[in-house]
């Protein structure tokens, strides 16, 4: 099966201006996941949805972080306007809701500089 | 709150040493644990689980025992492999899965031949 697909790759912005990263999970997996890696540190969790609906977002920087998840299935994440700390990789993860198995699969990351 | 400390790194072994990588955990209720790997160039991928005391997860001759005495979760492989060079994360997670992975800042590993 397709794993967790994720687009762009790498950007790179400068300070103030706005990015907008995609997500596309693994077909049938009704929970998405957004991380941020700092380099150095272990991924932390940005925002968990289950289907369309926000499970947990309380380490979203809302003032400058959204995402939403159209239809349930493809997602987005935006920063606007990005600081120099912004400056991560961005990994997409997803799982089942039901069933044995709740692996998190995760997707190749998008590697953000902000300079 | 949760948290995952794990041995800093980088660890530089030869090829067939024994590796040991240390993960202790701090959390409330009974979390599962995780190990995971990111290769060079890839995504993170599941390398063993452990959803409660003194299970014991193994994959790829990698192993781990969950214990609840000491809240520790250490990754073991009794001969390591160039293959095996990329960096590992300890996690946990309170609800198996479906709920958010509390990451630990990961070891770098790196096997010579």
């Known amino acids: 099966e397709a794993g967790v697909a994720q687009s762009p790759r790498y950007k790179i912005i400068e300070k103030r201006q706005s990015v907008a990263f995609w997500c596309n999970p693994i077909?049938?997996?009704?929970?998405l996941y957004w991380y941020q890696q700092i380099l150095g540190q272990g991924p932390k969790l940005l925002i968990q949805?289950?289907?369309?609906?926000?499970?947990?977002d309380s380490q979203l920087p809302k003032d400058r972080f959204s995402a939403e998840r159209l239809k349930g299935v493809d997602s987005t994440l935006k920063i606007q306007p990005a600081k120099l700390e912004d400056s991560a990789v961005y990994l997409c993860?997803?799982?089942?809701?039901?069933?044995?198995?709740?692996?998190?699969?995760f997707g190749p990351g998008t590697r953000l500089t902000v300079t | 709150g949760d948290s995952v400390t794990q041995m800093e790194g980088p660890v530089t072994l030869s090829e067939e040493a024994f590796l040991t990588i240390n993960c202790t955990y701090t959390?409330?209720?009974?979390?599962?644990l995780f190990w995971y790997v990111q290769y060079p160039g890839e995504g993170l991928q599941l390398l063993l689980k452990?959803?409660?005391?003194?299970d014991k997860g193994s994959n790829k001759g990698f192993e781990a025992t969950y214990r609840k005495e000491t809240t520790s979760f250490h990754l073991e492989k009794g001969s390591v492999q160039v293959s095996d060079s990329a960096v590992y994360f300890c996690?946990?997670?309170?609800?198996?899965?479906?709920?958010?992975?509390?990451f630990g800042t990961g070891t770098r590993l790196t096997i010579i031949p």
């Open positions: 993860a997803s799982s089942l809701s039901s069933g044995i198995s709740y692996e998190q699969y």
């Open positions: 077909s049938g997996h009704a929970t």
């Open positions: 949805f289950q289907n369309n609906g926000v499970v947990d």
């Open positions: 959390a409330t209720g009974y979390p599962s």
């Open positions: 452990a959803t409660k005391a003194d």
């Open positions: 996690a946990l997670s309170l609800n198996f899965g479906n709920e958010k992975l509390t």
